[in-house]
């Protein structure tokens, strides 16, 4: 399983072939606790089954409705969740995501997935990766202030071995045969600087750490940080920031950085030390934002008037939209005339004006930041920039 990027989220605004199915799932990390996700899971299909029969042809909808039962008897499937899981299948994608905060429980047969529960959690400004360094292994995290998970995207070499293959110099400190002591260090295999039966040199070993460097460096870009635009904090020792900073060429890369190995730091230390790198970048972007919509405004390319904001949403004219966080507006949003419509209260699952604005921001390409209430520089609930 993975965590849900930007990109996912464009390929899930997209048109689909219906019959989509959209499960939400607030999920556990923990046993006793994790034993009830497969039982309310199992439920959720139960009522998807029966919307799905009574609405499409059961010829055409029996291999998707198999894939959706299949997950609830997956024992290992249910071992390894984390605060929430999104399953969304049609008859010609299935996607499953782990989130880090919960959702509400939730079972949608449409003829569109049902993404607004995402938009806040994908969109939130808080979140980050973490990239634990050391001279022969790698580890990745994606977080937020209250959570942090290990990931292992495909394509990123965890060790050095994995990255360089047999030709490594690096010397190695392991019990040797021939009773010599443990930690008595090898030859080096395959150096190509060291004479056969030799221990590689100094150099030997940084040029492995900046090859080794320069690969993950690379898949962390391509794999990570481009589809996910999530600032990147580094976790290492003073020589191994040098080493890595002086190659990358991953833009995400933060200045502050985590100056300790990270080998002995479990993931609530991690989270703790890198929101700290975090928190200045953090209050900055959203101190650009807002200081753009205030100019904006002035200048009558801005508003935070919800018809007014609407309209240019309708004509892809929203550049940026600033959301409130947990603010709700129910009603609805005619994307096709830019009309709202207020609803008298809030129902449970109704439609929500502010995550309506915001996928038709997304599918206009433009770009949604979901901001603390105390951050925001109004009271509507949103704040647009215009492109023109």
């Given at each position: 399983?993975?965590?849900?990027?930007?990109?996912?989220?464009?390929?899930?605004?997209?048109?689909?072939?219906?019959?989509?199915?959209?499960?939400?799932?607030?999920?556990?990390?923990?046993?006793?606790?994790?034993?009830?996700?497969?039982?309310?899971?199992?439920?959720?299909?139960?009522?998807?089954?029966?919307?799905?029969?009574?609405?499409?042809?059961?010829?055409?909808?029996?291999?998707?409705?198999?894939?959706?039962?299949?997950?609830?008897?997956?024992?290992?499937?249910?071992?390894?969740?984390?605060?929430?899981?999104?399953?969304?299948?049609?008859?010609?994608?299935?996607?499953?995501?782990?989130?880090?905060?919960?959702?509400?429980?939730?079972?949608?047969?449409?003829?569109?997935?049902?993404?607004?529960?995402?938009?806040?959690?994908?969109?939130?400004?808080?979140?980050?990766?973490?990239?634990?360094?050391?001279?022969?292994?790698?580890?990745?995290?994606?977080?937020?202030?209250?959570?942090?998970?290990?990931?292992?995207?495909?394509?990123?070499?965890?060790?050095?071995?994995?990255?360089?293959?047999?030709?490594?110099?690096?010397?190695?400190?392991?019990?040797?045969?021939?009773?010599?002591?443990?930690?008595?260090?090898?030859?080096?295999?395959?150096?190509?600087?060291?004479?056969?039966?030799?221990?590689?040199?100094?150099?030997?070993?940084?040029?492995?750490?900046?090859r080794f460097f320069r690969v993950v460096d690379q898949a962390v870009w391509?794999?990570?940080?481009?589809?996910?635009?999530?600032?990147?904090?580094?976790?290492?020792?003073?020589?191994?920031?040098?080493?890595?900073?002086?190659?990358?060429?991953?833009?995400?890369?933060?200045?502050?950085?985590?100056?300790?190995?990270?080998?002995?730091?479990?993931?609530?230390?991690?989270?703790?030390?890198?929101?700290?790198?975090?928190?200045?970048?953090?209050?900055?972007?959203?101190?650009?934002?807002?200081?753009?919509?205030?100019?904006?405004?002035?200048?009558?390319?801005?508003?935070?008037?919800?018809?007014?904001?609407?309209?240019?949403?309708?004509?892809?004219?929203?550049?940026?939209?600033?959301?409130?966080?947990?603010?709700?507006?129910?009603?609805?949003?005619?994307?096709?005339?830019?009309?709202?419509?207020?609803?008298?209260?809030?129902?449970?699952?109704?439609?929500?004006?502010?995550?309506?604005?915001?996928?038709?921001?997304?599918?206009?390409?433009?770009?949604?930041?979901?901001?603390?209430?105390?951050?925001?520089?109004?009271?509507?609930?949103?704040?647009?920039?215009?492109?023109?």
């Amino acid at each position: 399983m993975r965590p849900l990027t930007a990109a996912d989220l464009n390929v899930l605004l997209a048109e689909q072939q219906p019959p989509c199915v959209s499960i939400y799932l607030p999920t556990h990390r923990t046993y006793p606790d994790n034993r009830q996700g497969p039982i309310r899971y199992r439920n959720l299909v139960h009522h998807v089954a029966e919307a799905v029969r009574q609405k499409y042809p059961r010829a055409a909808t029996e291999e998707l409705l198999d894939k959706l039962r299949g997950l609830a008897d997956d024992q290992p499937f249910w071992s390894h969740r984390w605060d929430g899981l999104v399953v969304l299948g049609s008859t010609t994608q299935f996607h499953i995501f782990d989130l880090q905060r919960p959702v509400l429980e939730l079972a949608v047969v449409a003829d569109s997935f049902h993404v607004k529960p995402l938009l806040r959690i994908i969109q939130s400004a808080d979140r980050f990766h973490v990239l634990c360094l050391q001279r022969e292994e790698v580890r990745l995290y994606e977080g937020n202030r209250d959570a942090l998970d290990e990931i292992q995207p495909p394509g990123l070499p965890l060790n050095i071995e994995t990255a360089l293959g047999t030709d490594v110099a690096v010397q190695r400190k392991t019990p040797a045969p021939g009773g010599k002591s443990p930690g008595e260090p090898h030859p080096a295999p395959r150096s190509p600087n060291a004479p056969p039966g030799h221990a590689a040199t100094r150099d030997d070993a940084k040029l492995d750490t900046e090859r080794f460097f320069r690969v993950v460096d690379q898949a962390v870009w391509e794999q990570v940080s481009r589809p996910a635009g999530l600032p990147v904090v580094i976790a290492a020792l003073p020589e191994n920031q040098a080493i890595f900073r002086a190659i990358t060429h991953n833009p995400q890369v933060l200045t502050a950085c985590i100056e300790r190995s990270p080998a002995g730091m479990n993931p609530p230390q991690l989270r703790a030390e890198a929101w700290k790198c975090m928190l200045a970048h953090y209050l900055t972007r959203l101190g650009r934002f807002v200081e753009d919509f205030r100019t904006a405004k002035s200048r009558q390319r801005g508003s935070d008037n919800l018809d007014e904001v609407a309209r240019a949403g309708r004509d892809g004219r929203v550049g940026v939209l600033l959301v409130e966080a947990e603010r709700f507006i129910p009603g609805k949003f005619d994307p096709h005339t830019g009309i709202v419509s207020l609803a008298p209260n809030r129902q449970a699952n109704g439609d929500d004006l502010l995550d309506d604005l915001a996928e038709q921001v997304l599918r206009t390409k433009g770009n949604v930041v979901v901001v603390p209430r105390e951050r925001m520089p109004t009271a509507t609930g949103l704040a647009a920039i215009y492109r023109f």
